[in-house]
């Protein structure tokens, strides 16, 4: 069964330093890989996608995630962070070839930026 | 546009009674995803409806849970009798269409407290 990992339940960073979110899966076949992102008294918002192409996938708010297959990663960066940006990030898969849409999620990791 | 819509946003219940949760997808998604995330873990699936019908119902936990989707338009989940362990955030979430690739747009969740 699939699985993702991320790594920190809790990063805190100055505003205007950089941030990277880690995240691994555990797959032998093909997965789609997605951010998203949470914030307070809201619902699940998509910040980026991979699905093919190239590695290096863009997103809104300034966050970018870089996709490595032979590390089975996806981490998430953003090279100066926001007041704004504090809430839990979401790393999920789905399946190329399995059940249609179910995304896999890992456990979140909160981001908590000070002034 | 208005977004996926969850009613109600909390409820307190006692153990053994019963609660229903309704989701309002995005007008004109056909595919309709429920998800559930115990604290301190991971979000996980529950099913899926195509329009009115149940597409992979795989992570429902048991039989106390019930959904349903008539004329494909809204959403219920029924819990009957409630359990302590059911409790967490209950996330809808709706696509246009179906497959890995597509977005899925989620509402702010509906938080279970079983007592």
């Known amino acids: 069964a699939q699985s993702v990992t991320q790594l920190d339940s809790q990063v805190p960073v100055f505003e205007e330093a950089p941030v990277e979110l880690r995240c691994n899966y555990s797959s032998s076949v093909s997965v789609y890989l997605f951010w998203y992102v949470q914030y307070p008294n809201q619902g699940l918002q998509l910040l980026l996608k991979y699905l093919s192409g190239s590695t290096l996938v863009k997103g809104i708010n300034g966050f970018e995630a870089e996709f490595n297959k032979s590390q089975t990663s996806f981490h998430l960066r953003k090279p100066s962070v926001h007041i704004s940006d504090t809430a839990e990030y979401f790393c999920?898969?789905?399946?190329?070839?399995?059940?249609?849409?179910?995304?896999?999620f890992g456990k979140g990791t909160k981001l908590s930026v000070k002034p | 546009e208005a977004g996926v819509t969850q009613f109600p946003s909390h409820s307190v219940i006692e153990k053994g009674q019963t609660v229903t949760l309704r989701c309002d997808p995005i007008?004109?998604?056909?595919?309709l995803y429920w998800y559930r995330r115990v604290m301190g873990k991971e979000i996980k699936f529950l099913l899926h409806?195509?329009?009115?019908?149940?597409?992979?119902e795989s992570g429902m936990p048991n039989n106390r849970f019930l959904a349903e989707r008539t004329g494909g338009t809204y959403s219920t989940l029924k819990v009957q009798p409630a359990e302590l362990e059911d409790s967490g955030v209950y996330f809808c979430?709706?696509?246009?269409?179906?497959?890995?690739?597509?977005?899925?747009?989620f509402g702010p969740g509906t938080r279970l407290t079983v007592l």
């Open positions: 999920a898969v789905s399946d190329r070839w399995g059940s249609q849409g179910n995304l896999i």
């Open positions: 979430a709706s696509s246009q269409d179906s497959g890995a690739t597509d977005t899925q747009y």
């Open positions: 007008s004109g998604h056909d595919n």
């Open positions: 409806f195509v329009k009115e019908s149940k597409q992979d």
